[in-house]
């Protein structure tokens, strides 16, 4: 049990560096304060278990799917990379802004629209399937363990030691009356968006 805490504390960084392009500008333009940061931070860190518990199942199901898996990286990482552009999009298209968008992003805007709650956690989810080097080591420790359940402590521990890093982030809040960081936060998600959009695109093309 403690293993997974510990990995996640020892690796935390470095999650937090794969999370902060999408995680920094989607705060800074949504303009919140740091309780309202706070909220949607859990939102994005329940999404992000989600897709922990995904690579949960797997390691349990099988120990030789890590190898096996090398194989499909483009196709996974490149699927959550296309999604992801399209949340942070939707995160900008959603406020009154005159910027057109493509069918897709407007369904998504729509949907979004109605449940604004599922956009972090959606977001979440994506990053939480984003194959890193800690979610790798993870990923082999618990398929060591052999056992559903041990397979699953061990993502939740490593899930709570990483998640520590995350809560500094709801203190962007406490900018959040400053207009200008409002727009350079949309301008840093479109940026951020359209750079996951390609790579994600390469990616999965590579991959098929």
């Known amino acids: 049990m ?8 020892a690796n935390g960084t470095t ?10 500008p989607f705060l800074l ?4 304060n740091v309780r309202q940061n706070l909220v949607t931070m859990l939102k994005f860190l329940g999404g992000r278990l989600g897709g922990y518990v995904i690579f949960g199942l797997v390691a349990w199901a099988t120990g030789n799917m890590l190898v096996a898996a090398a194989n499909h990286q483009g196709l996974v990482i490149g699927t959550a990379y296309v999604g992801l552009s399209v949340l942070l999009l939707v995160a ?5 802004v005159p910027t057109p968008g493509a069918c897709a992003v407007r369904g998504a805007q729509t949907t979004f629209s109605r449940w604004p709650a599922l956009l972090p956690v959606g977001m979440g989810f994506l990053a939480g399937l984003r194959i890193c080097p800690p979610l790798l080591l993870a990923f082999a ?5 052999r056992t559903l359940a041990g397979s699953l402590i061990l993502f939740l521990t490593f899930f709570l030691g990483s998640s520590i890093y995350f809560v500094p982030l709801s203190f962007l809040g406490t900018w959040a009356h400053v207009s200008d960081l409002r727009l350079v936060g949309r301008f840093a998600a479109v940026i951020v968006a359209v750079y996951y959009l390609f790579s994600g695109i390469l990616l999965f093309a590579g991959g098929v």
């Not at 333009?29 to 919140?32: I, K």
């Not at 420790?141 to 363990?145: Q, V």
């Open 2 to 9: 403690m293993q997974g805490f510990l990995l996640g504390l």
């Open 15 to 24: 999650c937090l560096a794969y999370c902060i392009p999408v995680l920094v």
């Open 29 to 32: 333009q949504e303009g919140r």
């Open 92 to 96: 900008v298209l959603r406020k009154p």
């Open 141 to 145: 420790d618990a398929a060591n363990t």
